[in-house]
């Protein structure tokens, strides 16, 4: 069963391969994985799906823009919140069509406390791309942040639509869900 499901994705691959190449956000080279994605129900096969769709969200034609890029995910992962910032406000301004520069510097403001502006980031991001599910996610925690429980379980609700294999998004809302019983959601 392992080697069928590892043959569907380089299937998966090969399509995507020919496809236009862009930002990632809106290309055809997503749809047969959102697909896969939805499809299955395997969850290392659901795994690999979700790394490729993460890589071809970070692909960006602009060298540039993956070098700043990168240097803002490196600091974002020594927890410099403020340089990653500074990296991924360049990334935008590079590249106002990158929805996942807009996620990354939403990850940032987020870190820092600044929950409209990571909002706000992440409105953006979902402008460009819709089914980005993480964007959704972490716009579910910045409703939490604020106490919008409401509007955290419409958030989550909607990543797990794209992307139902997301059990801690799940365990999250589950959560939402008994804490507010007998409250209108």
Do not use: C
Not at 43 to 59: K, Q, R
Not at 131 to 141: S, Y
């Amino acid at each position: 069963m392992a080697i069928r499901h590892f043959l569907s994705l380089m299937t998966l691959v090969l399509l995507t391969v020919g496809a236009p190449a862009g930002a990632g956000q809106g290309s055809l080279r997503l749809d047969p994985l959102f697909q896969a994605l939805r499809a299955t129900t395997d969850a290392a096969y659901a795994e690999s799906v979700e790394e490729h769709i993460w890589d071809l969200w970070l692909d960006n034609p602009n060298a540039e823009t993956i070098r700043v890029m990168r240097a803002g995910v490196l600091s974002f992962n020594s927890d410099d919140y403020v340089a990653a910032l500074a990296a991924f406000d360049a990334v935008v301004a590079l590249d106002p069509t990158y929805a996942e520069g807009w996620n990354k510097r939403a990850s940032a403001h987020y870190m820092l406390g600044h929950h409209r502006a990571a909002a706000e980031d992440l409105r953006r991001a979902l402008s460009l791309e819709p089914r980005h599910f993480g964007a959704l996610t972490e716009l579910g925690l910045v409703y939490l942040a604020v106490d919008q429980p409401a509007a955290a379980l419409r958030a989550f609700e909607a990543a797990l639509a794209i992307n139902p294999h997301l059990d801690k998004v799940r365990q999250q809302a589950d959560v939402i869900r008994r804490t507010k019983v007998g409250v209108a959601l």
